[in-house]
């Protein structure tokens, strides 16, 4: 290192440094959001320097002379050597997601400051680790599939069941969206007229990119983004005219119904119609509003106005149950670390890296990127009263339906708010109440419109940024649900079809039918349990998402552990081995406090108990109202505590094949790895 | 001039790899330099077949994210 770049290494570390103390150490006064910047890209650099270049020279050993498959197959299509910028947008645009902007917003109820603690170290240590590694992996070996490098590296049994987990957590996260969807839109005629109007307008996106002008993207997605602002513009007229927002005012039950319908519908689709073009405005539209956010946060520089630390991290928050350990841990989900991208590493990018000292860049800067927007999430969330903030994400279970009575009960917790204060954010942003939005997409969005409207339309335009916000969110969602109802149908038809064959043919009209059905019924149900739980459904089922994605990244590192020492790297597996113990320590804490903890507020079966003792008793306790509807409670519990025991055992079966793979490789002298390619590029396996 | 069409050029292929199309010369290119004389798609097929490829949920294509 030259005398020049380590001077320049020394005050990005100063700055970083004093930033961080700022951040972290500044007590009673508020914080401006631009330390909280400097300090996480300054983190960010010296990561990428120090710790990302390291892994991928000296523990992967990364070899610019190896052969990529992107030059060992290339057919222009699938495999094509691609620039690595362009590859960089790519990965970015395929790993990013509601997560990171939605896990934050749910993570500041215990202040920022630990949220952003643990997005900060989460990434640096294990989750840019998982996502490098397992590009490097896959790399490695034509682009394989993460399933397929379990199955073939820690044996056939560990693959189909990491299998059963991805289908376990698709289900939940297509549950947990749909759900952060609905809070957003119940009771918003604007909203809702907005995002009902996507449909139509992808319809129309598809039939022009088939018939009108095949294949030109960029046509049909201006065409596509000038109808979306016109149905955003037209949503205030909508919501102002009574007898066109009566029939668009829904309830909760309503659009949940709606959106599995939706769900259904759009799966069975050819998916140019639909998926493709919503697909294409949602990836453009998010892509742009990440780098508005940037754009915004350093125009207007916005002051902090929650507190570092609050005192629900002692657990009794009312936004998510559970204690900072183990539950912070898994709330912040994405923008931490994701299992969920060790299968989008293991997808596209590796068939199209140029070369392997380019690893780095894409696979760990990529989550660098993802985690950034998490910590604009945070910020975005912090910049809002934290009355509002609470009053926002409290369900009407404890805190009413009335701003009079929320604000009561949010400043008996310390964080003082008036009801004309909830009526004029709600006012400010068009909507007839705030209270209760769970699911953090809508604080996001009031969040995001204070800082946009700050520098862009003042007050005036508050409430176009607040819905624009919700759009946004709502649309990549919804683009979730349809592909994610794909996804399952056919994860169900591969295990269904191994007792019956027929059901495997996915051509077959019919077998897609009651695939998309069973897959609709399966998330459904989580979500309908979700919207009518008096909490208001995140309350629980974050927690649950947060533990079976931390679970998929717990299997994604032990892999990644296995091959290191099947490569005789061993010296160096630690560095996958201290994540995957603390994720592992995590989820399996998590998910046991989850399914046993005697507080019914977090355990499932204890809350179970409490409501069978009462219904023996002919009792209804809130928020049942019925005996039925305590019936229908204590089985939700059980359904929620299987899934919970099932993420826990589905991690430790993976663990323990690990170990058994560690242990063979150890008693092997030379590499075991299952590699395709060597230095000089022949195409041999070995193994 | 000369870098800022590059820059574009590189933009736009970014844009278009985002929703999974690849770039449509260096398909053209590669067809014409490893398989002269065959059949090249013309730019409505190959965005068809892209597109048709990029949600192949079925071969594990298209995987959405959180």
Same mark, same amino acid.
């Given at each position: 290192?030259?005398?020049? @770049?380590?001077?320049?290494?020394?005050?990005?570390?100063?700055?970083?440094?004093?930033? %961080?103390?700022?951040?972290?150490?500044?007590?009673?006064?508020?914080?401006?959001?631009?330390?909280?910047?400097?300090?996480?890209?300054?983190?960010?650099? $010296?990561?990428?320097?120090?710790?990302?270049?390291?892994?991928?020279?000296?523990?992967?050993?990364?070899?610019?002379?190896?052969? &990529?498959?992107?030059?060992?197959?290339?057919?222009?299509?699938?495999?094509? +050597?691609?620039?690595?910028?362009?590859?960089?947008?790519?990965?970015?645009?395929?790993?990013?997601?509601?997560?990171?902007?939605?896990?934050?917003?749910?993570?500041?109820?215990?202040?920022?400051?630990?949220?952003?603690?643990?997005?900060?170290?989460?990434?640096? %240590?294990?989750?840019?680790?998982?996502?490098?590694?397992?590009?490097?992996?896959?790399?490695?070996?034509?682009?394989?599939?993460?399933?397929?490098?379990?199955?073939?590296e820690?044996?056939?049994? !560990?693959?189909?069941? !990491?299998?059963?987990?991805?289908?376990?957590?698709?289900?939940?996260?297509?549950?947990?969206?749909?759900?952060?969807?609905?809070? !957003?839109?119940?009771?918003?005629?604007?909203?809702? *007229?907005?995002?009902?109007? &996507?449909?139509?307008?992808?319809?129309?996106?598809?039939?022009?990119?088939?018939?009108?002008?095949?294949?030109?993207?960029?046509?049909?997605?201006?065409?596509?983004?000038?109808?979306?602002?016109?149905?955003?513009?037209?949503?205030?007229?909508?919501?102002?005219?009574?007898?066109?927002?009566?029939?668009?005012?829904?309830?909760?039950?309503?659009?949940?119904?709606?959106? $599995?319908?939706?769900?259904?519908?759009?799966?069975?689709?050819?998916?140019?119609?639909?998926?493709?073009?919503?697909?294409?405005?949602?990836?453009?539209?998010?892509?742009?509003?990440?780098?508005?956010?940037?754009?915004?946060?350093?125009?207007?520089?916005?002051?902090?106005?929650?507190?570092?630390?609050?005192?629900?991290?002692?657990?009794?928050?009312?936004?998510?149950?559970? @204690?900072?350990?183990?539950?912070?841990?898994?709330?912040? /989900?994405?923008?931490?670390?994701?299992?969920?991208?060790?299968?989008?590493?293991?997808?596209?990018?590796?068939?199209?890296?140029?070369?392997?000292?380019? $690893?780095?860049?894409?696979?760990?800067?990529?989550?660098?990127?993802?985690?950034?927007?998490?910590?604009?999430?945070?910020?975005?969330?912090?910049?809002?009263?934290?009355?509002?903030?609470?009053?926002?994400?409290?369900?009407?279970?404890?805190?009413?339906? &009335?701003? !009079?009575?929320?604000?009561?009960? =949010?400043?008996?917790?310390?964080?003082?708010?008036? +009801?004309?204060?909830?009526?004029?954010?709600? #006012?400010?942003?068009?909507?007839?109440?705030?209270?209760?939005?769970?699911?953090?997409?809508?604080?996001?969005?009031?969040?995001?419109?204070?800082?946009?409207? @700050?520098?862009?339309?003042?007050?005036?335009?508050?409430?176009?940024?607040?819905?624009?916000?919700?759009? *946004?969110?709502?649309?990549?969602?919804?683009?979730?649900?349809?592909?994610?109802?794909?996804?399952?149908?056919?994860?169900?038809?591969?295990?269904?079809?191994?007792?019956?064959?027929?059901?495997?043919?996915?051509?077959?009209?019919?077998?897609?039918?009651?695939?998309?059905?069973?897959?609709?019924?399966?998330?459904?149900?989580?979500?309908?349990?979700?919207?009518?739980?008096?909490?208001?459904?995140?309350?629980?089922?974050?927690?649950?998402?947060?533990?079976?994605?931390?679970?998929?990244?717990?299997?994604?590192?032990?892999?990644?552990?296995v091959v290191l020492f099947k490569m005789k790297r061993e010296?160096?597996?630690?560095?996958?081995? =201290?994540?995957?113990?603390?994720?592992?320590?995590? &989820?399996?804490?998590?998910?046991?406090?989850?399914?046993?903890?005697?507080? +019914?507020? =977090?355990?499932?079966?204890? #809350?179970?108990?409490? %409501?069978?003792?009462?219904?023996?008793?002919?009792?209804?306790?809130?928020? /049942?109202?019925?005996?039925?509807?305590?019936?229908?409670?204590?089985?939700?519990?059980?359904?929620?505590?299987?899934?919970?025991?099932?993420?826990?055992?589905?991690?430790?079966?993976?663990?323990?094949?690990?170990? =058994?793979s560690i242990?063979r490789a150890? /008693?092997t002298?030379?590499s075991t790895a299952i590699? $395709?390619?060597?230095?000089?590029?022949?195409?041999?396996?070995?193994g | 001039?000369?870098?800022?069409?590059?820059?574009?050029?590189?933009?736009?292929?970014?844009?278009?790899?985002?929703?999974?199309?690849?770039?449509?010369?260096?398909?053209?290119?590669?067809?014409?330099?490893?398989?002269?004389?065959?059949?090249?798609?013309?730019?409505?097929?190959?965005?068809?077949?892209?597109?048709?490829?990029?949600?192949?949920?079925?071969?594990?294509?298209?995987?959405?994210?959180?």
């Open positions: 290192m030259s005398i020049r @770049s380590k001077l320049l290494w020394a005050a990005v570390i100063g700055l970083g440094a004093v930033s %961080f103390g700022i951040v972290a150490l500044k007590r009673g006064e508020s914080v401006n959001a631009m330390w909280l910047l400097i300090a996480a890209l300054c983190i960010y650099f $010296i990561a990428y320097r120090f710790y990302a270049l390291w892994i991928a020279n000296r523990v992967l050993g990364v070899n610019a002379a190896r052969q &990529t498959p992107a030059y060992r197959r290339n057919d222009g299509l699938d495999y094509v +050597p691609t620039n690595r910028y362009v590859l960089y947008g790519h990965h970015f645009a395929a790993i990013a997601g509601a997560g990171p902007l939605v896990g934050p917003v749910l993570a500041a109820q215990m202040g920022y400051l630990p949220g952003t603690l643990w997005i900060l170290a989460g990434v640096v %240590f294990a989750g840019a680790v998982q996502d490098m590694i397992a590009l490097f992996l896959s790399t490695r070996r034509d682009g394989r599939s993460l399933g397929d490098m379990i199955r073939s820690m044996g056939p049994v !560990a693959g189909t069941i !990491a299998g059963i987990g991805v289908l376990l957590i698709c289900v939940i996260i297509l549950a947990v969206l749909a759900l952060v969807v609905v809070n !957003a839109l119940k009771a918003s005629p604007w909203g809702t *007229f907005t995002v009902f109007c &996507t449909a139509p307008i992808a319809l129309l996106m598809g039939i022009y990119g088939r018939f009108v002008r095949p294949g030109r993207i960029a046509e049909m997605s201006i065409l596509g983004a000038v109808l979306l602002f016109a149905a955003l513009y037209y949503g205030r007229t909508v919501a102002d005219t009574p007898a066109l927002a009566h029939y668009l005012t829904l309830s909760g039950p309503q659009l949940a119904l709606i959106i $599995i319908g939706y769900g259904f519908v759009a799966s069975v689709l050819p998916v140019w119609l639909l998926l493709a073009p919503r697909d294409y405005l949602s990836t453009f539209l998010k892509v742009g509003t990440v780098a508005l956010l940037a754009v915004g946060v350093l125009i207007a520089r916005p002051e902090l106005q929650m507190a570092a630390i609050t005192k629900f991290v002692d657990g009794t928050g009312p936004v998510w149950s559970g @204690s900072l350990f183990p539950f912070l841990f898994i709330t912040v /989900a994405c923008g931490a670390v994701s299992g969920w991208h060790s299968l989008i590493s293991s997808g596209t990018t590796p068939k199209m890296i140029e070369s392997e000292t380019q $690893i780095a860049f894409i696979g760990y800067g990529g989550m660098l990127m993802e985690s950034f927007v998490a910590i604009m999430a945070m910020i975005a969330a912090s910049v809002i009263h934290p009355g509002v903030y609470f009053a926002m994400n409290t369900g009407a279970g404890l805190i009413g339906t &009335t701003a !009079a009575h929320a604000a009561d009960v =949010v400043s008996s917790w310390g964080f003082t708010v008036t +009801p004309d204060m909830l009526n004029q954010v709600a #006012h400010d942003v068009g909507e007839l109440s705030v209270l209760s939005r769970t699911g953090g997409a809508p604080t996001l969005a009031v969040g995001m419109a204070t800082i946009f409207s @700050s520098f862009l339309g003042g007050r005036t335009l508050m409430a176009f940024w607040y819905h624009f916000v919700i759009l *946004f969110e709502a649309l990549f969602i919804l683009t979730t649900v349809d592909a994610g109802t794909r996804v399952c149908r056919f994860m169900i038809q591969d295990l269904v079809g191994h007792a019956i064959p027929a059901f495997k043919e996915t051509r077959a009209w019919g077998n897609n039918l009651i695939g998309s059905a069973v897959s609709c019924v399966l998330w459904g149900y989580l979500l309908y349990a979700g919207v009518i739980d008096p909490y208001g459904g995140i309350w629980t089922m974050w927690p649950l998402f947060g533990a079976t994605n931390q679970m998929l990244a717990a299997i994604a590192l032990s892999l990644c552990t010296r160096y597996a630690w560095v996958t081995i =201290v994540p995957t113990a603390w994720l592992v320590v995590c &989820t399996v804490t998590a998910g046991l406090e989850k399914v046993l903890s005697p507080d +019914p507020k =977090v355990g499932f079966l204890s #809350h179970a108990a409490k %409501f069978s003792h009462a219904l023996a008793e002919n009792q209804v306790l809130a928020p /049942a109202k019925s005996l039925t509807e305590m019936g229908r409670v204590i089985f939700n519990d059980y359904v929620d505590a299987t899934l919970a025991g099932l993420a826990v055992s589905i991690v430790v079966i993976v663990v323990a094949y690990a170990f =058994v242990r150890r /008693a002298p030379q590699e $395709i390619g060597g230095p000089a590029g022949a195409a041999v396996g070995h | 001039m000369a870098k800022l069409s590059f820059l574009w050029r590189r933009a736009v292929q970014t844009a278009r790899l985002m929703v999974g199309i690849p770039d449509y010369d260096t398909y053209v290119a590669h067809r014409s330099a490893h398989h002269p004389g065959e059949p090249v798609m013309s730019y409505g097929e190959f965005f068809r077949e892209r597109q048709k490829a990029r949600y192949a949920i079925e071969e594990g294509r298209f995987k959405g994210c959180c």
